[in-house]
């Protein structure tokens, strides 16, 4: 083995579906792969072993971070890349050749590209940065949404995953084991914000807003300001709070956060639909919070894509602000703008997808 290896390391359970993409995808840029498989009923084992793969087999222990500890033990790579079933190396592999002229004295960050559903069910992509080159004696802790604990610098890398388990068809076939252990682990540290946030999450995205709202109030209580969550957290809230119709409180918690997002068009994106939604449900506060409307998502256009901000979806500040404005300008009977917006929408959309 090369003095620094590569080695692909993931746990998998029931992944039939997908495990042969995401070898398929990593087999050329690693020197090994190794799959720690917890009791799958289905075929994954044998995909894995015709894919290239070592594959060993362990109890599941209800603790992500006690399954991905045992599967780094199994190899002695120096650099040991991080993936789960349903992610796939999608750019940027070429950095992981110039990894192994490098010793392992830093944590790698990848940017995670997760397909996401959007509120009337269409797919968008979210971007996170999650360290997932990690070097050899680098352990996980935390029961679920487990984090690798380093001292070591932490360096973006140039490479791009992809991820489709937040889709619904994904998603539900894990939600109650996601939910079960985010309780556990929340029965042992109650106050943990992060725990809560992530629970929130959880409950949010199966439209349990009123489940979830207090979750996410706890977490904001504990987060601190530079959190890398905050962000995500603060416009899931604000989309909570418009789903459960609380529109005072959300605006209230928009004008607190206001200062600390100016640059972010997710904060506005979300900021223009919560107002829209309370102007349809007030229609006597239309003349007030129209013109509002109209602002947020100009402001979201004006700033741009930010794919660097966790959890920043890609079109908030393009193609898909773009075409709530033509939708709005069409809504008040303005064909010139909203024919405009739709243009800028639609090319937006191209040079998006072009650029995948």
Not at 48 to 70: E, K, Q, T
Not at 194 to 216: C, M, T, W
Not at 288 to 309: N, T
Request: glycine share 6%; net charge negative.
């Amino acid at each position: 083995m090369p003095s620094h290896a590569i080695a692909l390391v993931l746990i998998a359970r029931n992944e039939e579906r997908c495990i042969a993409r995401c070898l398929d995808s990593a087999r050329a840029h690693v020197d090994q792969m190794l799959v720690l498989d917890t009791g799958s009923t289905d075929a994954t084992r044998e995909i894995a072993a015709s894919g290239g793969a070592r594959v060993i087999s362990a109890a599941w222990p209800d603790d992500f971070s006690a399954a991905r500890n045992l599967a780094l033990s199994h190899t002695d790579a120096p650099w040991r890349l991080v993936l789960d079933a349903d992610e796939w190396l999608h750019a940027g592999m070429r950095c992981l050749a110039e990894i192994r002229a490098r010793a392992p004295g830093f944590v790698g960050l990848a940017r995670v590209d997760s397909a996401v559903e959007g509120e009337c069910g269409e797919v968008q992509h979210a971007p996170s940065w999650i360290p997932r080159l990690l070097p050899a004696g680098v352990r996980y802790e935390g029961r679920i949404h487990e984090q690798p604990v380093s001292t070591l610098p932490r360096e973006r890398l140039p490479l791009v995953i992809g991820h489709d388990g937040y889709l619904a068809s994904q998603r539900e076939a894990k939600a109650g084991r996601n939910e079960r252990l985010l309780r556990i682990a929340l029965g042992e540290c109650p106050d943990d914000a992060y725990l809560h946030y992530q629970l929130g999450k959880d409950l949010e995205v199966r439209s349990r807003f009123d489940d979830a709202l207090p979750h996410y109030l706890q977490a904001l209580r504990g987060c601190e300001a530079a959190a890398a969550w905050r962000h995500d957290l603060i416009v899931r809230l604000l989309f909570t709070l418009k789903k459960t119709r609380r529109f005072d409180s959300a605006v209230e918690l928009a004008s607190r956060e206001l200062e600390r997002w100016r640059d972010s068009p997710d904060f506005f994106f979300t900021l223009g639909d919560l107002l829209l939604d309370w102007a349809l449900a007030e229609p006597a506060r239309g003349a007030e919070l129209l013109p509002q409307i109209e602002a947020s998502w100009r402001r979201a256009v004006a700033i741009g894509e930010r794919p660097e901000l966790p959890d920043s979806v890609r079109g908030r500040g393009s193609f898909l602000a773009a075409h709530n404005l033509a939708a709005f300008h069409e809504s008040l009977g303005q064909a010139e703008p909203a024919a405009q917006w739709r243009e800028r929408a639609r090319r937006w959309r191209a040079e998006a997808n072009s650029a995948e």
